[in-house]
Structure formats: C-alpha cells, structure tokens
Nanobody, 116 residues
Framework: QVQLVESGGGLVQAGGSLRLSCTIS????????VGWHRQAPGEQRDLVAE??????TNYADSVKGRFTISGGNAKTVYLQMDNLKPEDTSVYYC???????????WGQGTQVTVSS
C-alpha cells in the first residue's frame, strides 16, 4: 500500500511563504503524477499544482507565479508557496496518480491559513 505523508502547513500572514512536503513510500516513476490539491470548507477539491516523474509541471491559474512544485524525480515533492493570500487558506492534500495500473492515493491533508 502506497503511503503519502504531508508536512509544512501552518499559519502565516499575507505576503508570507510556506513550503509543503509530500513524502511517498515508493519512487514516483517517470509517467506518474504527484499533485497538490486544496479544499476549503464547503468547496470542492481543486488542483493547485502537479508534477510528473519526468519533471513536467502544471499550475492552476490562481497560483501561477507564486507557487512552485518540485521534486518529481525523487520520493519527496515540495510545494513552495510565496506571496500567500488569504484566499489561499485551505486544507492542502497531496495526491499520487499511477498510470499502470491506474491508481490514486491521497495524503491526510495539511492546513494552511493565511491571515490578512
């Protein structure tokens, strides 16, 4: 069973930075994908950023230029979050998707709170 362990959430003032970490219990693999999603109370869970084992990245428009995802070639993926805004407040979940076989794994979530 694949396990994902997240860390790095917390409380920060607007304009500040946080770095989230997601450590996976196996190698990511070139064609597989690790992503960060977030979900605020009463809202759906949305993609924030994702990276393949080969290093290709994808970002939500709302975080482009502020967040950076890295580490696709290792077992730990990072989400560097800069210039945080109150609207970034949410629970952030790490997600690992394998291509063959097709499976999806989720971390337990970590709270990020940005005060104005």
């Amino acid at each position: 069973q694949v396990q994902l362990v997240e860390s790095g959430g917390g409380l920060v003032q607007a304009g500040g930075s946080l770095r989230l970490s997601c450590t996976i219990s196996r190698n990511i693999g070139y064609y597989n994908v690790v992503g960060w999603h977030r979900q605020a109370p009463g809202e759906q869970r949305d993609l924030v950023a994702e990276i393949t084992g080969g290093g290709r990245t994808n970002y939500a428009d709302s975080v482009k230029g502020r967040f950076t995802i890295s580490g696709g070639n290792a077992k730990t993926v990072y989400l560097q979050m800069d210039n945080l805004k109150p609207e970034d407040t949410s629970v952030y979940y790490c997600n690992f998707r394998t291509l063959f076989p097709a499976n999806t794994y989720w971390g337990q979530g970590t709270q990020v709170t940005v005060s104005s």
